[in-house]
């Protein structure tokens, strides 16, 4: 079973930067990585994607220009840092594994809950 552990949420004003991060329980080198939120009411979004060798990247509308994903494939990590952070990113965060692209979804983490005051 493979455990997915996001971490770095949080309380941050309007305009803040967070990152999040994702650490993972085995190696994470061949898989596809993503993140996806889910707010109060609304369905879960997928935000963005990266390949198994960091070389694709995938960017929901709402997470372009502001956020951005990376990984450390020696330390089985993934991150996502978020930039001018807006009241309408507020969400629980979620890190996935493996899959299809760019939505990869084999594995989900636990969530991490944003929150960004105005």
């Known amino acids: 079973q493979v455990q997915l552990v996001e971490s770095g949420g949080g309380l941050v004003q309007a305009g803040g930067s967070l990152r999040l991060s994702c650490a993972a329980s085995?190696?994470?080198?061949?898989?596809?990585m993503g993140w996806f939120r889910q707010a109060p009411g609304k369905e879960r979004e997928l935000l963005a994607g990266?390949?198994?060798?960091?070389?694709?990247?995938y960017y929901a509308d709402s997470a372009k220009g502001r956020f951005t994903i990376s990984r450390d494939n020696a330390k089985n990590t993934v991150y996502l840092q978020m930039n001018s952070l807006k009241p309408e990113d507020t969400a629980v965060y979620y890190c996935?594994?493996?899959?299809?692209?760019?939505?990869?979804?084999?594995?989900w983490g636990q969530g991490t809950q944003v929150t960004v005051s105005s």
């Open positions: 990266i390949n198994w060798s960091g070389g694709l990247t």
């Open positions: 996935t594994m493996g899959g299809r692209w760019p939505g990869p979804n084999d594995y």
């Open positions: 085995r190696r994470i080198d061949n898989k596809n």
